[in-house]
């Protein structure tokens, strides 16, 4: 993506058409902007730093995380839109909103999908011994779910005589006051 960076009055503003923002390519392309022209931007004041990426242990790694500095913003598109931030993107001095507004009066609704652990973990496919669940594990871990009614699209269906959900079926079967459930 084609950004504008405007080092005097210190925003990163996103081109006509941008309803998506990678932060990563955003700090990539910045980094480039810098040393750009023999290094003429070198005189701005620091825009962006980064952290994580690390690896902890064996294959898994910390999750980056963005910091904008220096009183930078980044300043939507010109357009009534949903801008979707990939990544995470914070404002480093005010802990506050990395974002500037428009120019204009536009409604610009801004949707950040960020890591939900601070670590990434990386698995291999199913049984191959880099501690990710076998298939039987992860068969079985699906069926809980659905029994309990907790993958969407597929209903728990509870009648007296049977649970259903999806291809798995429970009969429910009582004697005497003890209540049997079991799979079919």
């Known amino acids: 993506m084609a950004y ?14 941008t309803t998506t923002l990678d932060v990563q390519d ?5 980094k480039e902007w810098t040393i750009a022209g023999a290094g003429a931007n070198l005189g701005y004041a620091q825009a962006m730093r980064a952290v994580g990426g690390d690896t902890t242990t064996g294959s898994n790694t910390i999750s980056n995380y963005f910091y904008l500095m220096n009183g930078w913003k980044v300043r939507p598109q010109e357009a009534n839109h949903t801008l979707t931030v990939n990544g995470t993107l914070l404002d480093e001095e005010e802990k506050s909103d990395p974002f500037a507004n428009t120019i204009g009066v536009w409604r610009v609704r ?7 652990q601070a670590e990434t973990i990386t698995v291999s496919g199913a049984g191959g011994g880099g501690g990710g669940l076998t298939a039987a594990q992860d068969a079985l871990l699906v069926a809980l779910a659905k029994i309990h009614g907790l993958v969407p699209g597929v209903p728990l269906v509870v009648g007296p005589a049977s649970r259903v959900a999806g291809d798995l079926v429970q009969s ?12 079919e």
């Open 4 to 17: 504008t960076f405007d080092g005097p009055s210190r925003l990163i503003i996103l081109p006509p058409g």
């Open 26 to 30: 955003m700090y990539s392309r910045w």
């Open 110 to 116: 801004i949707v950040q999908i960020i890591p939900l």
């Open 172 to 183: 429910i079967t009582e004697d005497n006051g003890i209540v049997t459930v079991a799979r």
